[in-house]
T-cell receptor, first 111, second 114 residues
Framework: GDSVTQMEGPVTLSEEAFLTINCTYTATGYPSLFWYVQYPGEGLQLLLKATKADDKGSNKGFEATYRKETTSFHLEKGSVQVSDSAVYFCALINTGNQFYFGTGTSLTVIP | GAGVSQSPSNKVTEKGKDVELRCDPISGHTALYWYRQSLGQGLEFLIYFQGNSAPDKSGLPSDRFSAERTGGSVSTLTIQRTQQEDSAVYLC????????????FGPGTRLTVT
């Protein structure tokens, strides 16, 4: 079946460090890919998405590129801030309109 | 405007009792999704509605779980004869339409089965 695998956390970085959170997926057909974020005490919200191969989603300095050849959608940010501390979820929607989420990666950024 | 709301926010119930969880989606959103988030786990997709129809119910964990949506708006998730393993946060989300649209999540209902 379809699935999403993302790197396990927790991840702790110093402010201004480079961030990568790996995400790979298994799906038939051509899924759309997402990163959702959950800030402390808040609900899940969309961070970025890509709907076809080679698309790059970007928002708030975060980027992720839909790589069909490696079935990956890694999240990156060049310089993290304390305010980026949150739990990040990789997700896909398949052609049957079913969503699959990864287990989440907790990020803590220290000053 | 109003976001997705869920009620109750917390529910403690005894094993074997039935519970109903409610979701009010954003007005005009035709697609509605239910998820379960267990401690230390990711989000488990349960079911989605397009309008009042649920095309695929295969994500529901057992026949104790059922869901309905009426008037293309409010949805209820019912768990019969609750078990301790049903303890989790149940999240509802809605989106403008089915497909790769942004989902707007509610705050969730934390269910504890004692």
């Amino acid at each position: 079946g379809d699935s999403v695998t993302q790197m396990e956390g927790p991840v702790t970085l110093s402010e201004e460090a480079f961030l990568t959170i790996n995400c790979t997926y298994t799906a038939t057909g051509y899924p759309s890919l997402f990163w959702y974020v959950q800030y402390p005490g808040e609900g899940l919200q969309l961070l970025l998405k890509a709907t076809k191969a080679d698309d790059k989603g970007s928002n708030k300095g975060f980027e992720a590129t839909y790589r069909k050849e490696t079935t990956s959608f890694h999240l990156e940010k060049g310089s993290v801030q304390v305010s980026d501390s949150a739990v990040y979820f990789c997700a896909l929607i398949n052609t049957g309109n079913q969503f699959y989420f990864g287990t989440g990666t907790s990020l803590t950024v220290i000053p | 405007g109003a976001g997705v709301s869920q009620s109750p926010s917390n529910k403690v119930t005894e094993k074997g009792k039935d519970v109903e969880l409610r979701c009010d989606p954003i007005s005009g959103h035709t697609a509605l999704y239910w998820y379960r988030q267990s401690l230390g786990q990711g989000l488990e997709f349960l079911i989605y509605f397009q309008g009042n129809s649920a095309p695929d119910k295969s994500g529901l964990p057992s026949d104790r779980f059922s869901a309905e949506r009426t008037g293309g708006s409010v949805s209820t998730l019912t768990i019969q004869r609750t078990q301790q393993e049903d303890s989790a946060v149940y999240l509802c989300a809605s989106s403008l339409d089915r497909g790769p649209y942004e989902q707007y999540f509610g705050p969730g209902t934390r269910l504890t089965v004692t």
